[in-house]
């Protein structure tokens, strides 16, 4: 008798695709739970990345038109203003409006108003940013772009901060630290922005409105 040991057979290959159909069901449960609790803290967190890291380059008028109304026709054109028009808007606005020329875009997709984009020029702290506010229709924010920023570039707003402002409703709540959550390390952009929004809806409003009052 031979004083071996018997051999073992060999333990057969650890295929983790094997255990795909029992893992992928919960997977999916998890993300479809995980999935709205992350959209709700996702303006909050943003508040607290650093701008550099989200911060994309600026876009000609043209792209962002583009990406705002695709496939519609655009029409340029100015508007001016009345001193009531300008009284009614800064009362809706919180804030003065300091011009009555305003420049916008009007996008018509066949004989249907796709919506109306407007150009706002602030100062941030000392230097400018010029920003295309685009609305739907119904005059809420489509999208935001940022077409020059002349401050340093770590203080240029993100474009998923700006995300915040689409589809949301103008009234007092569309302030910093209310419904729109301010920018870490760049507290000067985002009250440009948010007054920049501000006085573009009053400004439509007051135009969709029409006459005077």
Same mark, same amino acid.
């Given at each position: 008798?031979?004083?071996?040991?018997? @051999?073992?057979?060999? /333990?057969?290959?650890?295929?983790? *695709? =094997? !255990? $795909? #159909? %029992? &893992? +992928?069901?919960?997977?999916? @449960?998890?993300?479809? /739970?995980?999935?709205?609790?992350? *959209? =709700? !803290? $996702? #303006? %909050? &967190? +943003?508040?607290?990345?650093?701008?550099?890291?989200? /911060?994309?380059?600026?876009?000609?008028?043209?792209?962002?038109?583009?990406?705002?109304?695709?496939?519609?026709?655009?029409?340029?054109?100015?508007?001016?203003?009345?001193?009531?028009?300008?009284?009614?808007?800064?009362?809706?606005?919180?804030?003065?409006?300091?011009?009555?020329?305003?420049?916008?875009?009007?996008?018509?997709?066949?004989?249907?108003?796709?919506?109306?984009?407007?150009?706002?020029?602030?100062?941030?702290?000392?230097?400018?940013?010029?920003?295309?506010?685009?609305?739907?229709?119904?005059?809420?924010?489509?999208?935001?772009?940022?077409?020059?920023?002349?401050?340093?570039?770590?203080?240029?707003?993100?474009?998923?901060?700006?995300?915040?402002?689409?589809?949301?409703?103008?009234?007092?709540?569309?302030?910093?630290?209310?419904?729109?959550?301010?920018?870490?390390?760049?507290?000067?952009?985002?009250?440009?922005?948010?007054?920049?929004?501000?006085?573009?809806?009053?400004?439509?409003?007051?135009?969709?409105?029409?006459?005077?009052?």
């Amino acid at each position: 008798m031979s004083g071996s040991l018997p @051999r073992r057979s060999a /333990a057969p290959p650890f295929h983790s *695709s =094997a !255990f $795909l #159909p %029992f &893992c +992928l069901p919960a997977f999916s @449960r998890c993300l479809s /739970a995980f999935l709205p609790s992350l *959209s =709700a !803290f $996702l #303006p %909050f &967190c +943003l508040a607290f990345l650093p701008v550099s890291l989200l /911060a994309a380059d600026n876009l000609t008028r043209e792209e962002a038109l583009a990406l705002a109304f695709p496939g519609a026709a655009i029409r340029a054109e100015r508007v001016y203003l009345t001193s009531d028009q300008r009284r009614r808007a800064s009362d809706l606005a919180g804030e003065a409006i300091q011009t009555s020329l305003v420049g916008r875009y009007i996008a018509t997709l066949g004989v249907e108003t796709a919506g109306r984009a407007y150009v706002d020029t602030n100062v941030v702290r000392t230097k400018k940013e010029t920003l295309l506010i685009s609305l739907d229709p119904r005059g809420l924010v489509r999208r935001i772009d940022v077409t020059a920023f002349l401050e340093p570039s770590e203080y240029r707003p993100p474009a998923l901060w700006l995300g915040q402002y689409a589809g949301r409703p103008f009234d007092e709540g569309l302030r910093l630290n209310r419904t729109i959550r301010p920018i870490a390390g760049a507290t000067l952009t985002a009250r440009a922005v948010n007054s920049a929004v501000r006085r573009i809806l009053a400004i439509d409003a007051v135009l969709q409105s029409g006459g005077t009052q």
